[in-house]
T-cell receptor, first 114, second 110 residues
Framework: SAVISQKPSRDICQRGTSLTIQCQVD?????MFWYRQQPGQSLTLIAT?????????ESGFVIDKFPISRPNLTFSTLTVSNMSPEDSSIYLC???????????FGPGTRLTVT | QKEVEQDPGPLSVPEGAIVSLNCTYS??????FMWYRQYSRKGPELLMY????GNKEDGRFTAQVDKSSKYISLFIRDSQPSDSATYLC??????????FGTGTSLTVIP
């Protein structure tokens, strides 16, 4: 299994600002993903972070709002841009290096936008 | 219709009870079925996975998949207070995308 860390663990941000969340994996992985988890709702996939190329975004999520970088096989960042209170959520990074069922999650970043 | 349906609970049982957690799904292309456990303020932790139909056992945990009914279950035997968490089912087809249930909150009372 992979061990995944995220920074920051939580933050309170003002409307209109941006926050960059970092995700670090302890080993090289093929796939990295970014999810959003809101209370009472299932995890929603934001995008797949592709190493060396642009991220693949799911319906309803756009690069201008959620720019993603993946400079190597162990690290990725997600930026939440021009934040509004509706962006308040938990943002989770996950990674998969082996079988399709092997998706491991970081501890999450709890974001509150005021 | 949601891809995956899961009763959110909450579910409260006495210590030692057998717990049954369930999900239904609509997409017959799903082949991989996972169960995650998520403690409060932590990320989801992979508990078990099953490929296609059948049962899989790991200690006190048993995962069952019935593809004909599009129904999956997780059984926890001899439940412990440390099992108190939210349990999420997840499914995947040939692609990399996972479809998650909303999670069932479980409390095991000592």
């Amino acid at each position: 299994s992979a061990v995944i860390s995220q920074k920051p663990s939580r933050d309170i941000c003002q409307r209109g600002t941006s926050l960059t969340i970092q995700c670090q994996v302890d080993s090289q992985v093929t796939m990295m993903f970014w999810y959003r988890q809101q209370p009472g709702q299932s995890l929603t996939l934001i995008a797949t972070a592709n190493q060396g190329s642009e991220a693949t975004y799911e319906s309803g999520f756009v690069i201008d709002k959620f720019p993603i970088s993946r400079p190597n096989l162990t690290f990725s960042t997600l930026t939440v841009s021009n934040m509004s209170p509706e962006d308040s959520s938990i943002y989770l990074c996950s990674a998969s290096g082996g079988g399709i069922y092997e998706q491991y999650f970081g501890p999450g970043t709890r974001l509150t936008v005021t | 219709q949601k891809e995956v349906e899961q009763d959110p609970g909450p579910l409260s049982v006495p210590e030692g009870a057998i717990v049954s957690l369930n999900c239904t799904y609509s997409n017959s292309a799903f082949q991989y079925f996972m169960w995650y456990r998520q403690y409060s303020r932590k990320g989801p932790e992979l508990l078990m996975y099953t490929y296609s139909s059948g049962n899989k056992e790991d200690g006190r945990f048993t995962a069952q998949v019935d593809k004909s009914s599009k129904y999956i279950s997780l059984f926890i035997r001899d439940s412990q207070p440390s099992d108190s968490a939210t349990y999420l089912c997840a499914m995947s087809g040939r692609g990399n995308q996972f479809y998650f249930g909303t999670g069932t909150s479980l409390t095991v009372i000592p």
